[in-house]
């Protein structure tokens, strides 16, 4: 096993590990029969960064990136699947997922027929796609500023 081949396992180990991490808050919906104090945000950016990131691997050929999101997409389908099932919301994840849903075709339909094939749509599928990766990362604060901004609003009524 050559050294690239060594990292590319270890890729997907760990990027595969990530993705994990929300069957804990999985575990807990399916518990309480409820998705009370779990963000439903993350799950929705992190599938669509998957696709969009099994789009761009798909294109330049890797296998690893190939692999790890699909793993990647099919776990966060099962989180946004759960999640639906036990929310009070449903109104808003259903909303907030047709929105993403636009979101992926509008790319998809730019990507495919728009751009012409080569190193220009590589290029910047690889950087829309980092920009949906730092989504990603940031979509669990909109929570923290809701909560935050709630709290500062009950001390300041109280």
Not at 2 to 28: H, P, Q
Not at 105 to 121: H, N, P, Q, V
Request: glycine fraction near 6%; proline fraction near 1%; include cysteine.
């Amino acid at each position: 096993m050559d050294l690239t081949e060594l990292l590319s396992w270890a890729c997907i180990v760990f990027t595969v590990g990530m993705f994990s991490t929300g069957l804990t808050d999985l575990k807990k919906m399916r518990e309480s029969k409820s998705a009370d104090n779990i963000q439903f945000l993350p799950f929705l950016t992190t599938c669509l960064n998957n696709l969009g990131w099994l789009f761009y691997g798909t294109l330049k050929r890797d296998h690893t990136i190939v692999v790890v999101n699909v793993i990647g997409a099919l776990l966060q389908t099962l989180y946004i699947v759960v999640y639906f099932f036990y929310t009070k919301q449903k109104r808003l994840v259903m909303l907030q997922t047709l929105a993403a849903a636009a979101v992926l075709i509008c790319g998809w339909l730019y990507f495919t027929t728009f751009l012409t094939e080569g190193e220009a749509r590589l290029n910047q599928l690889g950087l829309s796609c980092s920009v949906v990766t730092i989504s990603m990362y940031l979509s669990p604060l909109t929570d923290l500023v809701q909560h935050i901004t709630v709290t500062h609003t009950i001390h300041t009524d109280a």
